[in-house]
């Protein structure tokens, strides 16, 4: 039926490889402009600047577990309900592991992250704690 039409569209620029490869970077492009978009904004939408805010961002297992704008000191725990709680004290300029239920405490020894000193430490904007697999992240905000 469809007979001579085979040919015609086995172009180059159609294989599937390069397909392939569209796709990847595509969805690559994608995830990033999400994580982009999705930054520190949901919270700041509502006010009356549109600067993003400073916050600290928690991880498990590398997946976000919860965001928290800076402001007064609060505490955020995290319980994994398997016997690993990891505890984030966050405060007007960054963050620190307050408590954790780790062997090593590594994550409560890196001190705190904060705005100042985040670009002098060795872990940069991160606290992290191996075995429980909890990271911090502290994400600087948009200067006025
Ligand atoms: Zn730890």
């Known amino acids: 039926m469809h007979g001579h039409l085979g040919h015609a569209q086995q172009k180059n620029m159609c294989s599937p490889k390069k397909r392939m490869r569209l796709i990847t970077t595509a969805l690559v492009l994608l995830a990033l402009f999400l994580a982009v978009l999705c930054g520190c904004q949901q919270k700041s939408s509502g006010e009356k600047t549109e600067k993003q805010e400073s916050c600290v961002v928690i991880y498990i297992n590398s997946k976000e577990y919860t965001r928290v704008a800076l402001g007064e000191d ?18 007007a300029d960054g963050a620190f592991m ?4 780790c062997e090593n405490q590594n994550c409560v020894l890196q001190g705190s992250v904060t705005l100042d000193n985040y ?4 872990l940069g904007e991160w606290i992290i704690c191996l075995p429980n697999q909890v990271t911090v992240e502290l994400i600087e905000g948009e200067a006025e």
């Not at 307050?98 to 239920?101: G, I, P």
């Not at 670009?119 to 060795?122: D, K, L, S, V, Y």
């Open 74 to 91: 609060q505490v955020v725990e995290i319980d994994q309900s398997n016997g690993k709680i990891n505890k984030v004290t966050i405060t």
């Open 119 to 122: 670009a002098q430490r060795a």
């Open 98 to 101: 307050s408590y954790s239920t």
